[in-house]
Structures are given as C-alpha cells and as structure tokens.
Antibody
C-alpha cells in the first residue's frame, strides 16, 4: 500500500522558517518525481514545487521562488520542503504528492494526508 | 482567478448524470497538455480520478469518465451517488507559468 506521511507543520511567525517532511512507502520512491501542493483554508489547490527522481532538478511556483527549497533523500525515502521568510499568505495545508505514472510527470497519483502550516503573529 | 476555469458548483439527484467543465487556454489545454481530474471528499486529501483526459486509475468506478473538446475538458459522473458529494478539480501543465495549474474547483451537491 502506498503511503505518504507528512510531518513538521505548525504555527510560525511571519518571517520565520519551517521544514516539512514527507515519508514515502509502498512504491519505488527513487524512481518517482515528487511535488508539493498547498491549499489555503477554504480555497483551491495550488502547486508549489517539484523535484525529479534523483534530486538534481527542481521547479518552483513564482509565489515561493527564492524562499522555499525542495529536496529529497532517496536512501531515507523522504521528501522535504524548507520554507523560509514565511508570509501570512503561506498559511495552508501542504500536501506531498507523487507523480508515478509513466509519461505523466505532472499527474499526482498519490497524496499525503496533508500538514497544516499557520503563519501568524 | 484560476488559470483553468470550472463552474463553482453543480448538483444532481441520485442516479442522474452531471458534467463538470474545465476551460483552459493556448498555454495549457490548447498547447496539447493533458487534463487530469481529482476528487476531494470533505476533510480529506485529493484523489486522482482521471488522468490524460480519459484514463481511470485502478479502483475508480467507470461511472466517472473524462473527455476533451478543443481547449476544454469535461468530467462526467453517471448514476450519481450520495458518496460522490465532494469538490472536483481539473489540473494541467501551463507552458507560460512553467508549472502545474489547477481549476478553482467545483462543489458537487447530491440532492
């Protein structure tokens, strides 16, 4: 059974930092591109970032570029999102998602349960 | 304002058929990028429903189907059931934004 389990969320002040983790199991993590998607309270889904299977290529939404860093440790089967200079508008549930369907790098076949990040003073 | 446009809400009685549209532009659907659909039940993570316009992952009932027409796509749900009440999102890749884009979501109410 595929499982993606996020951790590391919580309350942080504006300008602060937080690191999210996503532990993967049940599939070949080292072969899958991975993404982060967020959802502000009561709002829709917004793509945040993606990383290729070996961690050498990353892409970011303009809204987080220069502040967030996506990375992965294939030996630990874990995806990360380092979030710096956090703003009120970064408040959201953050989901990690796998893109494991061949030839569909931007399709999210499995999602984590989500982790709430609240940016507030 | 989402890059992909969906109706905010649709509704139908049990057993009926409903469709949800997703309209894009020349930098996503019109550029040939695939559309995918997700179902988000209240309080849960999204779940992949349809990928590549028409493909259903294993375990998704054939009551759910997808189609494409020009720069639009549609999700159809037949034999509506109470458990289908959820938010539905379309998603694609956008070459101008160089990233994934979602529709604003459509809330399905089963009457």
């Amino acid at each position: 059974e595929v499982q993606l389990v996020e951790s590391g969320g919580g309350l942080v002040q504006p300008g602060g930092s937080l690191r999210l983790s996503c532990a993967a199991s049940g599939f070949t993590f080292s072969n899958s591109w991975m993404h982060w998607v967020r959802q502000a309270p009561g709002k829709g889904l917004v793509w945040v970032s993606r990383i290729n299977s070996d961690g050498t290529r990353t892409t970011y939404a303009d809204s987080v570029k220069g502040r967030f860093t996506i990375s992965r440790d294939n030996a630990k089967r874990t995806l990360y999102l380092q979030m710096n200079s956090l703003r009120d508008e970064d408040t959201a549930v953050y989901y990690c998602a796998s893109a494991g369907i061949p030839y569909f790098d931007w399709t999210y076949d499995f999602w984590g349960q989500g982790m709430l990040v609240t940016v507030s003073s | 304002q989402s890059v992909l446009t969906q109706p905010p809400s649709v509704s139908g009685a049990p057993g009926q058929r409903v469709t949800i549209s997703c309209t894009g532009s020349s930098s996503n659907i019109g550029a040939g990028y695939d559309i995918h659909w997700y179902q988000q039940l209240p309080g849960t993570a999204p779940k992949l429903l349809i990928y590549g316009y028409t493909n259903r992952p294993s375990g998704v009932p054939d009551r759910f189907s997808g189609s494409k027409s020009g720069t639009s796509a549609s999700l159809a749900i037949t034999g509506l059931q109470a458990e289908d009440e959820a938010d539905y999102y379309c998603q694609s890749y956008d070459s101008s934004l160089r990233g994934s884009v979602f529709g604003g979501g459509t809330k399905l109410t089963v009457l």
